[in-house]
């Protein structure tokens, strides 16, 4: 097919309930980026001009829609006082823990709630924040979820076993990361226009292959709620959402927050592969735009062929929800996959996802 | 109470996460003249296979688990002085690790739960383990196994590194790898001697390997 549009131009149309001239392509490319421009991985993460021209790069030369973002899943231990490595070394894909800042419940109450302006990642976040503004493109900032922000904050199976043993410690972390969510976008909104920006939150310690649905209903509902009705208050519009992994037994959960939130604003829902388009059609379809799920693993061991067939069976299913669809892969694409089966995103896209 | 009753009731206080009455349990039998040993295999081994199962289920997921572990960890500290040295054999010791790169450490301590509840000594060297430390630690230790587990696509690659390096240079110590990305072909591929897709397989594997933990 001949592209009508911009990549702007396609996602907006997406964002706007229009159809596009071909379903636009988000390959959740982070560190991919890097090994494409020949950096190291850190450079991502730790400097936001490379970081920003890496990500417009490799989105122009396989003309894919998305732009660039700053987050990682470790997020949260830096920014609240303890320490995280760049990924600078072989092998290395993202940013890690190297010191989580809270090891004791007296931890947690001596613990105070940073001020964004300053608070570890956040003004390298900023920085490419900056750029993206200055280029007329969405500024996308993170904020959740929250569970796996007080896993990096006290370390995983710290918090995981307080969920059991110490509720109200759990709680107590919990209240301040929200706190300190909502003070992010604030920083982000005041700077830049709520209308410029966009929400990105989600991830993998949500996972059911960690918790159980009525652990998620306890410790991460109430502040999830809390943060999305109050960044949805601030005019923020558009919402990334990226229930990492399989929480398919979170499902009624995200379905009642869209609910009682009145389905304010735009979700975009980019779910791990394990959840069938179907199914999400079937809950957000009527508001909500989807962000289909490829295996992410499949683009490093898969080969061209392969990856197409999964991305046209993917455009088949996702072309059916009425508020939209975007190809995407079901979490960040593997840095180390072949670079041709990102072209194979494209050239799916480009036979089977058109709306012409 | 009677020697079934005390087993069965530290398999359970280990299922349901009961440091206190694991604690009991584990005192009560040392009490009774009930033997170390089967009480670690019949009663806390027992209740973590239970734990395992009810995990590979979804009746159970990792905050219960780390319960279970922590009363698990709480009766072998009382039975494991009162082993009989000429009842166990000598430990067989495993180097386990989270490959260079890779934090995803939740599934690696599940083995090494599995494995310390079926008597082998776990060396845990942590996660994002740097290629080289697995081969000079199971020199070292005169190790039996290097388990190696990884998370991601991206860190995996250092495997095959590692098993090449351990295969030169420590020929008789076996390779065991697990880990979402790993299938068994690819661990075949990649030179190790052993697979297991979760933390009961990895302690059936090992034991196949290099017979038996305690
Ligand atoms: C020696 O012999 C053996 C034998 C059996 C062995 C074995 C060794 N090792 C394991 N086993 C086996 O037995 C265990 C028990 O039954 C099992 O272990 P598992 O670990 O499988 O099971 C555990 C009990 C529960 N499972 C887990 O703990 C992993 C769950 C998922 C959701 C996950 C989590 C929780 C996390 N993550 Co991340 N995370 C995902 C995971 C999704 C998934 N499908 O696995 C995965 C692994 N993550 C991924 C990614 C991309 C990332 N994560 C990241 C970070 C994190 C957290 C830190 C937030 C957290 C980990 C916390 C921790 N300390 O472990 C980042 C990397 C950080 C780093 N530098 O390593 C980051 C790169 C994201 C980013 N851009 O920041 C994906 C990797 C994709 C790929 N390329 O392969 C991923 C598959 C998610 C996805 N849907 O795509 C078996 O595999």
């Given at each position: 097919?001949?592209?009508?549009?911009?990549?702007?131009?396609?996602?907006?149309?997406?964002?706007?309930?229009?159809?596009?001239?071909?379903?636009?392509?988000?390959?959740?490319?982070?560190?991919?980026?890097?090994?494409?421009?020949?950096?190291?991985?850190?450079?991502?993460?730790?400097?936001?001009?490379?970081?920003?021209?890496?990500?417009?790069?490799?989105?122009?030369?396989?003309?894919?829609?998305?732009?660039?973002?700053?987050?990682?899943?470790?997020?949260?231990?830096?920014?609240?006082?303890?320490?995280?490595?760049?990924?600078?070394?072989?092998?290395?894909?993202?940013?890690?823990?190297?010191?989580?800042?809270?090891?004791?419940?007296?931890?947690?109450?001596?613990?105070?709630?940073?001020?964004?302006?300053?608070?570890?990642?956040?003004?390298?976040?900023?920085?490419?924040?900056?750029?993206?503004?200055?280029?007329?493109?969405?500024?996308?900032?993170?904020?959740?979820?929250?569970?796996?922000?007080?896993?990096?904050?006290?370390?995983?199976?710290?918090?995981?076993?307080?969920?059991?043993?110490?509720?109200?410690?759990?709680?107590?972390?919990?209240?301040?990361?929200?706190?300190?969510?909502?003070?992010?976008?604030?920083?982000?909104?005041?700077?830049?226009?709520?209308?410029?920006?966009?929400?990105?939150?989600?991830?993998?310690?949500?996972?059911?292959?960690?918790?159980?649905?009525?652990?998620?209903?306890?410790?991460?509902?109430?502040?999830?709620?809390?943060?999305?009705?109050?960044?949805?208050?601030?005019?923020?519009?558009?919402?990334?959402?990226?229930?990492?992994?399989?929480?398919n037994k979170n499902l009624p959960y995200y379905k009642m927050?869209?609910?009682?939130?009145?389905?304010?604003?735009?979700?975009?829902?980019?779910?791990?592969?394990?959840?069938?388009?179907?199914?999400?059609?079937?809950?957000?379809?009527?508001?909500?735009?989807?962000?289909?799920?490829?295996?992410?693993?499949?683009?490093?061991?898969?080969?061209?062929?392969?990856?197409?067939?999964?991305?046209?069976?993917?455009?088949?299913?996702?072309?059916?929800?009425?508020?939209?669809?975007?190809?995407?892969?079901?979490?960040?694409?593997?840095?180390?996959?072949?670079?041709?089966?990102?072209?194979?995103?494209?050239?799916?896209?480009?036979?089977?996802?058109?709306?012409? | 109470?009677?020697?079934?009753?005390?087993?069965?009731?530290?398999?359970?206080?280990?299922?349901?996460?009961?440091?206190?009455?694991?604690?009991?349990?584990?005192?009560?039998?040392?009490?009774?003249?009930?033997?170390?040993?089967?009480?670690?295999?019949?009663?806390?081994?027992?209740?973590?296979?239970?734990?395992?199962?009810?995990?590979?289920?979804?009746?159970?997921?990792?905050?219960?688990?780390?319960?279970?572990?922590?009363?698990?960890?709480?009766?072998?500290?009382?039975?494991?002085?009162?082993?009989?040295?000429?009842?166990?054999?000598?430990?067989?010791?495993?180097?386990?690790?989270?490959?260079?790169?890779?934090?995803?450490?939740?599934?690696?301590?599940?083995?090494?739960?599995?494995?310390?509840?079926?008597?082998?000594?776990?060396?845990?060297?942590?996660?994002?383990v740097p290629n080289e430390q697995f081969v000079e630690v199971?020199?070292?230790?005169?190790?039996?196994?290097?388990?190696?587990?990884?998370?991601?696509?991206?860190?995996?690659?250092?495997?095959?590194?590692?098993?090449?390096?351990?295969?030169?240079?420590?020929?008789?110590?076996?390779?065991?790898?697990?880990?979402?990305?790993?299938?068994?072909?690819?661990?075949?591929?990649?030179?190790?001697?052993?697979?297991?897709?979760?933390?009961?397989?990895?302690?059936?594997?090992?034991?196949?390997?290099?017979?038996?933990?305690?």
């Open positions: 097919m001949r592209e009508r549009m911009t990549p702007m131009e396609r996602m907006g149309a997406v964002l706007m309930g229009q159809k596009p001239d071909r379903v636009p392509v988000n390959p959740f490319i982070l560190g991919f980026a890097a090994k494409v421009c020949n950096l190291p991985i850190g450079d991502l993460y730790a400097d936001a001009k490379k970081s920003f021209r890496a990500q417009v790069l490799c989105a122009e030369m396989y003309g894919y829609d998305a732009t660039p973002m700053y987050g990682y899943a470790s997020y949260g231990a830096w920014e609240f006082g303890g320490k995280i490595g760049m990924p600078y070394e072989a092998g290395q894909s993202a940013p890690y823990v190297i010191k989580h800042p809270v090891e004791t419940p007296e931890d947690v109450d001596k613990l105070e709630v940073p001020d964004p302006k300053n608070a570890g990642s956040i003004p390298i976040s900023m920085g490419v924040g900056k750029l993206c503004y200055e280029n007329r493109m969405p500024v996308i900032f993170q904020c959740g979820e929250i569970l796996t922000t007080s896993a990096m904050v006290a370390e995983p199976a710290r918090i995981l076993s307080w969920m059991i043993r110490k509720p109200e410690v759990v709680h107590k972390l919990h209240k301040k990361i929200a706190e300190y969510f909502v003070a992010v976008a604030d920083y982000f909104t005041s700077t830049f226009g709520a209308d410029k920006c966009m929400a990105f939150t989600g991830g993998p310690v949500e996972s059911n292959k960690l918790i159980n649905p009525n652990q998620f209903a306890t410790f991460v509902y109430p502040y999830m709620k809390e943060v999305h009705s109050k960044v949805l208050g601030m005019g923020v519009n558009v919402v990334l959402e990226h229930p990492c992994s399989d929480q927050l869209r609910e009682e939130l009145g389905w304010r604003g735009k979700y975009i829902w980019v779910f791990g592969p394990e959840t069938p388009l179907e199914k999400q059609i079937e809950i957000f379809g009527n508001h909500d735009i989807i962000m289909g799920n490829v295996d992410p693993p499949s683009f490093q061991f898969k080969d061209f062929e392969e990856i197409v067939a999964l991305c046209k069976d993917n455009i088949e299913r996702g072309i059916k929800n009425p508020s939209g669809y975007i190809l995407g892969v079901g979490c960040e694409l593997p840095p180390l996959a072949p670079p041709i089966n990102v072209y194979a995103m494209m050239k799916a896209a480009r036979e089977y996802g058109s709306y012409q | 109470m009677e020697k079934a009753e005390i087993l069965k009731g530290l398999a359970d206080a280990t299922v349901a996460g009961d440091v206190e009455k694991a604690t009991n349990l584990a005192k009560e039998a040392i009490r009774a003249g009930i033997d170390a040993y089967e009480a670690i295999m019949n009663g806390c081994a027992a209740g973590m296979n239970v734990v395992s199962e009810k995990y590979e289920k979804g009746d159970m997921y990792v905050p219960e688990i780390l319960c279970s572990a922590e009363a698990m960890y709480s009766a072998l500290e009382i039975l494991r002085p009162h082993l009989k040295a000429s009842k166990v054999e000598v430990p067989k010791k495993v180097v386990l690790g989270v490959v260079r790169g890779d934090i995803h450490d939740i599934g690696k301590n599940l083995v090494k739960l599995m494995l310390d509840a079926a008597g082998f000594k776990v060396i845990d060297l942590g996660r994002d199971a020199l070292k230790e005169n190790a039996e196994i290097v388990g190696l587990s990884a998370l991601m696509t991206t860190s995996m690659v250092n495997m095959p590194l590692i098993i090449k390096d351990l295969k030169t240079k420590s020929p008789k110590t076996v390779a065991m790898v697990g880990g979402g990305p790993i299938s068994p072909e690819l661990a075949k591929n990649y030179g190790a001697d052993g697979y297991a897709k979760d933390a009961a397989e990895a302690v059936k594997v090992a034991k196949s390997l290099v017979g038996g933990g305690a």
